[in-house]
């Protein structure tokens, strides 16, 4: 049996520097395009089924956030469908990845991925339902199509909600969100969603970076450039992805702003708001904390308001920031939801951790809240 490792594939990335042990498999995450990040991996590993694996990516102390291994166990899977954890340590320099080979071929990544293939068949699958008109705002630096989601009569004068995800290509279950999302969204039996539709127009761009997808990026695009540092002046020579659609939001209005992520090291459902613009009022951080109450309701308490980031001072607010950028110039209720790349620490799942299936129930579960919102 001869053991072979690529990543040349959608969203693949890892470089094999020694692979002729299954015991002692050394590798490395290959930077992102132009800059110094890296983090995702995604990997294929065939050929030697029934041995067991030792797999060491050696450069993982230079990783963007090292404290994101802490605790972190990696995914693998036989079917592309059902990633399960794996024994994972990291000694300060090393993460070691530790797995028997069930069968013949084997995935691994840093977060179950979502393909450009995936993606089609979710914004086809809207197309599908009737409810919703499929665009293209631009094209991005590799070429690829910037797509847009639009429900409702954005000329009807109804508020305008965006939904946006994937600024960082790495945080897929951004993407796993966004299915749950317009899963439930567009399906004509559900009271709650059918009074959403109703009342708001919706834009939604389930994939801001597909050009960093693609390349198996961790947070930037084509260029090398942080898009969710792009908000106070894009330009399409850097950062087209943003460019078009903050270019759009000035044609529809901005009445609420959700941008989805996902966080290396924090294991919790968390929203970051928007307190230190300088607009920043009261009636804004009620609506804030309204939008984050009910969130925690719908979901039974997965979505969590006890731990997250830092909040700025009045005043010190980083508006290149998307939630930031967006609140300032629309004046309306803009937050960046955040998920686990490790587990939920409240709801711990020793199968699968925080997990496609727990992200798409996460955005299915929003609709309760947006509806308050309005």
Request: proline share 5%; aromatic share 10%.
């Amino acid at each position: 049996m001869t053991l072979h490792i690529s990543s040349a594939f959608d969203g693949g990335n890892i470089i094999v520097k020694e692979a002729s042990d299954p015991q002692n498999i050394r590798l490395d995450i290959r930077k992102d395009h132009q800059s110094d990040f890296y983090q995702w991996f995604y990997f294929r590993v065939t050929g030697v089924e029934g041995t067991d694996l030792k797999m060491v990516i050696e450069n993982a102390g230079g990783a963007a956030y090292t404290g994101g291994w802490d605790d972190y166990r990696a995914v693998v899977s036989y079917d592309l469908n059902d990633w399960v954890r794996v024994p994972t340590s990291y000694d300060g320099k090393h993460l070691t990845i530790e797995t028997k080979m069930r069968r013949n071929t084997l995935w691994v990544a840093y977060f179950a991925p979502y393909t450009e293939e995936r993606h089609m068949a979710l914004i086809s699958g809207a197309q599908g339902s009737g409810l919703a008109k499929v665009s293209i705002l631009g094209e991005t630096l590799d070429g690829r199509p910037l797509d847009l989601i639009t429900i409702g009569d954005i000329e009807s004068g109804k508020p305008v909600f965006w939904i946006t995800a994937r600024q960082h290509p790495g945080e897929t279950m951004a993407e796993w969100w966004m299915e749950g999302f317009l899963e439930r969204l567009l399906d004509p039996t559900d009271e709650m969603a059918l009074k959403l539709l109703d009342q708001v127009s919706l834009c939604i761009v389930p994939n801001m970076n597909p050009d960093g997808s693609a390349r198996g990026h961790l947070r930037t695009n084509a260029a090398g450039v942080n898009l969710n540092r792009e908000w106070q002046t894009p330009t399409m020579e850097k950062s087209p992805e943003v460019f078009l659609v903050l270019e759009k939001m000035r044609e529809t209005g901005c009445h609420l702003a959700l941008d989805v992520h996902g966080d290396e090291a924090l294991p919790y459902n968390f929203i970051a708001g928007a307190e230190g613009i300088p607009r920043w009022n009261d009636d804004m951080a009620a609506e804030l904390a309204a939008f984050k109450h009910d969130y925690v309701q719908s979901t039974g308490g997965v979505f969590q308001t006890k731990i997250g980031y830092p909040i700025s001072k009045p005043g010190t607010a980083n508006l290149t920031i998307c939630t930031n950028a967006l609140a300032q110039e629309f004046d309306c209720l803009a937050m960046t939801l955040e998920m686990p790349f490790k587990d939920d620490a409240n709801h711990p799942d020793t199968r699968v951790g925080w997990s496609p299936a727990h992200a798409k129930r996460l955005g299915a579960n929003v609709i309760e809240p947006l509806l308050k919102a309005i």
